[in-house]
Structures are given as structure tokens and as C-alpha cells.
């Protein structure tokens, strides 16, 4: 299982340092982008009209009780794992991560819906559920995901712990999108911001948005996938 997740993700070495990159023209005008304009921000308001298509960031996606739900289910896995903090080439840092295919009724509602909303009718999806624990000092770091393993749509529910996720694009990372991924939001990567661009969390030293700061915790990702056509 290791090595299955291990493959779903090709690093890539940041090509800048992020703290250096300019940060004033962010922010698009538009009211025609799907998700709200204070959840996604970019280095130019066009990157964020032309890929806001294909992100989507939707705010309360779980109530409380459901990410109680989803946190009883987990935790008893993963407190039996050790968070991995020395392997310097993996894409992520300070983490602990299982699989799950059959769910509880509570957990496995929530994830219908979770699909619903993601995928098209009738696109297969990869079976088991990739689940994700960063400690409050873990990140990940600018990737893609494997496209032999995965296909054209990516969704995550963020638990625990509000977070930035920061899309560049691959060979001119100078364009780039934050989304605030706030606790309990549903992300959607489709298409060209899933096969073209980097995905990254960021690490709690940097993890400012649109000019505020945004604590990270421990969080936990639930992230469901489809295959490849
Ligand atoms: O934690 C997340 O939401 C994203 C995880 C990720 O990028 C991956 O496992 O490939
Ligand atoms: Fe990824
Ligand atoms: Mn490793």
C-alpha cells in the first residue's frame, strides 16, 4: 500500500522560493468564477478566470458532526501509525496516510455526496479512499499526481484544521493560484489545474492567504479520485 501511495505522486523540487515571489496583484473582479473570489486568489485576475472552472472550493461541504463522524472512523488507524518526518525527497513532510474502501454508513453518505458533486456520472473511480494526516508542522510540497494512477479529477475534504493550497504551473511557477481550504471545505482539482499545474499545502510558516494569516493545525484529508480513461 506504501508504494501504491507512494506512486500516485511525482515530486517535483520547488523551482522558487515562495516567500520571495510578488504577491500584489492577487484577487479577480469577476462574478462569473465559481468559487467565491475571497476563497482563490492568483497572480493574475485572468489565471483566475480562466482556471476558476476548473477549482472549485465550497465552504461547510461537512457539518461538525459529520467530520466527528468521519475523525471516529479514522483515528483509531492512524493513531496506530507514526507520522514520517525524515524521508527528504517525498513530496510530503510530517504525515501519516491510509487507504479505506468500505465505510460505515455515517462516513460512506457523506462520501456519496462527496462524489456526487466531483465526478460525472458513471466515471470510475479509484476504490479506496486516500486519507492523509499532516502534523501541525507536515506539508506538502509542489506535485502532481500521478497520471498513470489517477484521472482527470481530484477532490478533498480538509478536516481539522483550516489550510492553503497553492496551484502553480508546472515550468512557470510564476503563475499561481491560493485556495484557502478552510475546515471542512470540498476542493475540486479538474483538468488543467489537476494535469498542468503543481499542488502544494503549505507549511504553517507560510501559510498566508491573500495578505491574512491562516494557522495551520493538524489537519487530515479524505481524498477521493478517478481513474484514468
Ligand atoms: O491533502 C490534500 O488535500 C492533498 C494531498 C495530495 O496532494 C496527495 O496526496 O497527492
Ligand atoms: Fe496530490
Ligand atoms: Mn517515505
Redesign the pocket.
Known sequence: MKLL?TV??QSHKPAVVFSRRRRSNSCASSGLLSPPDELIVGSSPQLVETLGSQVEVRTGFITEEEEAALLRELEPGLKKKRYEFDHWDD??HGYR?TERVTWGPACEAILSRVRSVAFPTGSPLLGPV?V?D?DRTGY?KP?I?SVKF?GNT?A???LLSD?I?RLAREGAPAEWLDLL?SRRSL?ILRDQARYDFT???LKDEESVFNGHRVPRQR???V?CRNLPI
Open positions: 501511495l500516485l505522486r513530496a510530503i496516510e486516500h492523509l499532516l506538502i506535485h499526481d489517477c481530484i478533498g475534504l480538509s489550510s493550497m481550504l476542493y499542488h502544494e499545502i489537519r487530515i484529508s481524498i
